[in-house]
């Protein structure tokens, strides 16, 4: 039996606690009722907005007060606020009834309300906010815990320096000239994807003209190249999205499709963006599998047609997963591979057992070998007297359905009857599942127990935990 490669959807929106939505202030009426100092900050911020604030306090604390001197566009009045052509009405209230009676004076205003820490009466909350303008980033829970906010915030800071609203000023500056630049739509797109790479390597510095045409001329150039698309090949990493590298994940979220395995977690699918192409093209050991000339091929034409592809596979791309097969296609083909590292299921599985697989006196090798040869069946041509080595660790990708044959052909070439010996399933993930014993035992212990997610080996007289 064969398979295709279906195409995954992603999913619709799931449910979403608010909408957040970026206004545009310049010039818009912006009303705030409340004297305190939180006022005065949703004042400040409307301000900043490009706002005209009309703030109504009968007793205006110090800093609204300061704020009124120091930015032209508010000004403070006493009294009955007038609400009338205002886009949002900030209110600051302790009672209950002037909060009602406010939010009911700013629907009849067609004005949209937001009552600070009255959530329940209020049409919007501001979340914390990440200005590297005109990159906004805005957090919100809710108002569930503020908090929490500001902390996911503090981590956005740190993600993204300072110097990033040079850049991202920059960006909006240039989008008229690239627009008229003569750059088609894909190598435009290219243009922006080039930047982002080059701002993350120059934020300390400004962005130039020069930065400009370089990097215009660079698009021109690749676009002038056999294809302006490439193909990297991501390792997944063994089941924990959170084992993905940093540069898998920045790989995903630039892709325009992405062909994935059985083995990927939709966790890690995640990653990338709702717009991009998730194709399934299933490979897995004994299951059916879309036929590998055929994900080869696939790979070429995306990538000829200007697609940023990422090849996401389980694991490393370089063990076990026929990367070899798809570089050649793609060589072959004269179009550029890159390659990003993964976790390895042999590395998940020695975290799961929490012991070494080195050491220094007693294991000085490990092997990763696989007990599965085209036809399924136990490779008949391994260096058995390597395998059956005391001193060495090994372990065994795809050597469920071996294991028994393999155990008996171990010891038959000298290997210990003892040595420890364990079965791993889904390493690394919250379904993980440990099966121990020896070399002697084991086969026995894993005939008991249904085996269905991937599963490892690991063998060695050194894992005696
Ligand atoms: N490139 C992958 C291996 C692909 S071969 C890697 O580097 O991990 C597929 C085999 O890997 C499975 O049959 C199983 O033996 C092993 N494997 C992959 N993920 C695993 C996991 N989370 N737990 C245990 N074994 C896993």
Known sequence: MRRKPDEVDADFMQPLESLPIFLSLAGRRVVVVGGSE????????????????DVYADAPCAKLLELARRRGEVALHAGEPALAGAALVFGVLEKDEEALALREAARAAGALIGLVDRPDLSDFSMGA??????????????????????AVRGRIETLIPAGFAAWAAAAKAWRPWVKAS?????????????????????????????????????????????????????????????????????????????LFDDLVPASVLDFARREAQRINVGKRGYAPSVDQGEISALLVKLAQEGKNVVRLKGGDP???????????????????????????????????????????????????VTAHSKDGALPQDFDWAALADSRATTAVYMGNRTLPELARKLIESGADPATPAFLIERASTPDERIVAGTLADLPEKVAGQEVEGPALLLIGASLRP
């Open 38 to 53: 939180a006022a005065a900050w949703k004042a400040d911020l409307a301000a900043a907005s490009g706002a005209r604030v």
């Open 129 to 150: 906010i990440v200005n590297r303008s005109p990159l906004v980033i805005g957090v919100s829970t809710g108002g569930a815990a503020p908090v929490f906010a500001q």
């Open 182 to 258: 003569g750059l088609d739509f894909l190598a435009r797109r290219d243009f922006w994807r080039r930047f982002t790479r080059y701002a993350f390597f120059a934020l300390e510095r400004e962005p130039t003209a020069e930065d400009r045409d370089a990097l215009a001329a660079e698009t021109r150039a690749a676009a002038e190249g056999a294809s302006s698309g490439r193909v990297v090949l991501v390792g997944a990493g063994p089941g924990d999205p959170e084992l993905l590298t940093l540069k898998g994940l920045r790989m995903l979220a630039g892709a325009d499709v992405i």
């Open 318 to 368: 370089m063990i076990f997963g026929r990367a070899n097969e798809e570089i050649a296609a793609m060589r072959e083909a004269g179009l550029d591979v890159e390659i990003v590292p993964g976790v390895t299921a042999a590395l998940a599985g020695a975290a799961a057992l929490g012991v070494s697989l080195t050491n220094r006196e007693t294991a000085r090798r490990v092997q990763f």
